[in-house]
């Protein structure tokens, strides 16, 4: 996992903290971010609420469905006029591609119109779960890569294909906590933490967190960011929901660089049981 960027004399590593100084930020393909907050631009009921919701969470980027946004028809309501590119970073997605030739085709249409080369790749599975073909998905990267885009890549929580996917030249591994939609949370926390230990690249949980209290977990793991769409656009509070993936993500971080008691067993007193009274 990349080190985060740390201004002045800050520490970084879990159990040494931050000093007050610090900026700690992190980055992908060249570009450093304060927030480790991604949100998505689908379900909204509207894009109003959708930019609402992306300003109370404190987002800087915001992914993009390349198939499902209104980017181009000013005679409809256009994701621009609200989720302002001046403001957020757009990342473009390949959601609803099911081939790697798909996934490919989408991603060279939208650097040609928007010249965008940070993109996130999924390739999904035609299944119930959804679940990325993790096959296709490997075949699209290395298309991507060799054409010259930096891909942030949505993949399941398979430990051995997410060093793949580092050694084909991600940017960035994105495993899935749970199926996209779900809100089931982190489902095998043991293979995130793999992963986590095994990067030399930003890894961000993506799809299935459900609450503010699985990006907290996601991050205490070791993630760079935790990226939700669902979560926040199905709330009945969207922008509220929005504003508690913030601090859960913060708090989540936090806990993370200050290092967790160790579980133990047995009961381990507060207060010393020798010379009671």
């Not at 159990?15 to 379900?43: C, H, N, Y």
């Not at 473009?92 to 996934?103: H, L, M, Q, R, S």
């Not at 699209?140 to 890569?145: F, G, P, R």
């Not at 293979?191 to 977990?217: F, K």
């Amino acid at each position: 996992m990349n080190a985060p960027v740390l201004i002045q004399s800050g520490l970084s590593r879990p159990g040494q903290g931050l000093a007050p100084e610090a900026e700690d930020v992190w980055t992908v393909a060249g570009r450093s971010f304060r927030s480790r907050l991604i949100v998505g631009t689908g379900k909204y009921k509207d894009y109003a609420t959708n930019a609402a919701a992306a300003e109370a969470a404190g987002a800087e980027i915001v992914t993009v469905a390349l198939r499902r946004v209104n980017l181009s028809d000013p005679s409809q309501p256009m994701l621009a006029d609200f989720v302002k590119p001046e403001r957020f970073t757009y990342l473009p997605n390949t959601a609803g591609c099911f081939t790697g030739e798909d996934a490919v085709r989408t991603l060279r249409l939208a650097r040609e119109a928007g010249g965008w080369e940070l993109v996130k790749l999924e390739v999904l599975s035609q299944t119930r779960h959804l679940y990325p073909d993790m096959e296709e998905t490997l075949r699209a990267l290395k298309l991507l890569v060799a054409d010259g885009f930096q891909v942030m890549v949505y993949c399941t929580d398979d430990v051995v294909y997410a060093q793949k996917l580092q050694d084909a030249g991600a940017a960035a591994i994105m495993p899935a906590a749970a199926p996209i939609g779900s809100g089931l949370g982190i489902q095998n926390r043991v293979n995130i933490r793999l992963i986590v230990e095994q990067a030399g690249v930003p890894v961000l949980v993506d799809a299935g967190v459900g609450t503010a209290s699985d990006a907290t977990v996601a991050m205490e793991l070791g993630c760079d960011a935790v990226l939700t769409n669902t979560a926040i656009a199905e709330a009945k509070d969207p922008i509220r929901m929005g504003r508690a993936m913030k601090h859960a993500v913060i708090a989540g971080r936090e806990a993370y660089l200050a290092g967790r008691m160790p579980m133990k067993r047995y009961a381990d007193p507060s207060s010393p049981l020798a010379g009671l009274i």
